[in-house]
């Protein structure tokens, strides 16, 4: 939940753990007022918090807890290597092999839950480059399955997804004082990978993630129909990954976000491939705790394909006395209240 929504007496749901990986406090804690002062002024935008309501609306997730939990360890093995012995070996070629097996069952099990998959959790919310890289995959092969690729270009797609920033591992000190980050990070990662060849569409997925379709982002300038089409599909799922991530630590909105998006299409992004992936992915995931444009609070019930920012919604009020949540039995779908919207969301 967005810090400035805490209140004293809710309860941690998860540790709380600050960037460098120092535990903070135990999950199951109750938060005084100096506990939540204190994480706001170490920075913390957000922490989780105790919601039994919003936990029953989110049982069903993309892919099985086990299985994010191992894409995320085989993540943390690759990063836990060092970077000289990466320099000097590139890409170990048991580490795909290692990962085929997760990314193959990732298609397997995202492609079953396809037809309602708006009403799971694609994305997690959270910092660091594990977390990014596990949602930008899942993301990607969501949009992927739902445009109906074929299984050898859908692992293409997961595997490029999974490791376009992988050449972050290599970028030095040295090189980010003459260069831009971006530009350095995707032609080292397209190195790493290009010396495995059953990694050779990923290297362009790393080499081009940053690219933009009107010719004006790095490393290369290339545009339009140049760049790979798996290419242009991770740009947009890292893209809206990050930006769902800064909307908690700013005024900007979700909404905001969408449409500064698609305003880029054929622009910054490949207009076709970005508006199938909003047809496709939750931008309020079942569960999010929302505050609509009319003050009121909502729970997000149900998505549905096409209409990505106009979930159906149950509106709920919070007791100032406890500062519980109180669920109504009354939902509102949004495509039929054209005047109401969705304006912060509170709780992922």
Do not use: W
């Not at 709380?16 to 002024?41: A, C, H, P, Q």
């Not at 993630?209 to 290339?222: F, S, T």
């Not at 991530?245 to 700013?250: D, M």
């Amino acid at each position: 939940m967005r810090i400035r929504e805490v209140k004293a007496g809710m309860v941690l749901s998860q540790d709380v753990i600050d960037e460098s990986g120092k535990f903070l406090l135990n999950k199951g804690i109750t938060l005084t007022e100096s506990y939540i002062s204190r994480l706001r002024s170490l920075g913390f935008h957000e922490i989780p918090v105790l919601d039994p309501y919003a936990a029953s609306l989110k049982q069903n997730t993309v892919i099985t807890r086990d299985l994010r939990r191992k894409l995320s360890d085989c993540f943390r093995d690759l990063y836990a290597l060092k970077t000289t012995k990466m320099r000097e070996t590139k890409l170990p070629a048991n580490y795909i092999n290692k990962l085929r097996p997760f990314l193959n069952k990732v298609i397997e099990e995202t492609g079953s839950k396809l037809g309602y998959i708006n009403d799971l959790q694609i994305r997690e919310p959270g910092k660091g480059e594990v977390t990014h890289a596990v949602n930008v995959c899942l993301l990607s092969v969501t949009a992927g399955l739902y445009l109906k690729y074929p299984r050898p270009v859908l692992f293409d797609l997961a595997l490029g997804a999974m490791l376009h920033d992988v050449g972050k591992l290599l970028t030095a000190n040295e090189h980010k004082a003459r260069l831009d980050e971006n530009k350095i990070h995707t032609v080292l990662g397209a190195q790493l990978l290009s010396s495995n060849k059953t990694a050779e569409v990923a290297a362009r997925i790393a080499a081009e993630h940053h690219e933009r379709y009107d010719g004006l982002g790095l490393p290369y300038g290339l545009t339009g129909k140049s760049l790979h089409p798996l290419s242009r599909l991770v740009a947009i799922a890292d893209y809206f990954d990050n930006a769902m991530k800064k909307t908690t630590s700013s005024d900007i909105s979700r909404q905001e976000v969408v449409e500064d998006m698609l305003s880029g299409g054929h622009t910054r992004f490949d207009l076709n491939l970005l508006r199938a992936f909003f047809h496709i992915t939750p931008v309020y995931p079942v569960g999010s705790l929302v505050r609509l444009n009319t003050r009121q609070l909502a729970y997000v019930v149900k998505n549905k394909i096409h209409y990505s920012t106009r979930p159906t919604i149950r509106l709920v009020e919070r007791n100032p006395a406890t500062s519980r949540i109180e669920v109504s039995k009354k939902d509102l779908d949004l495509i039929f209240k054209p005047n109401v919207t969705i304006a912060d969301i509170l709780s992922e």
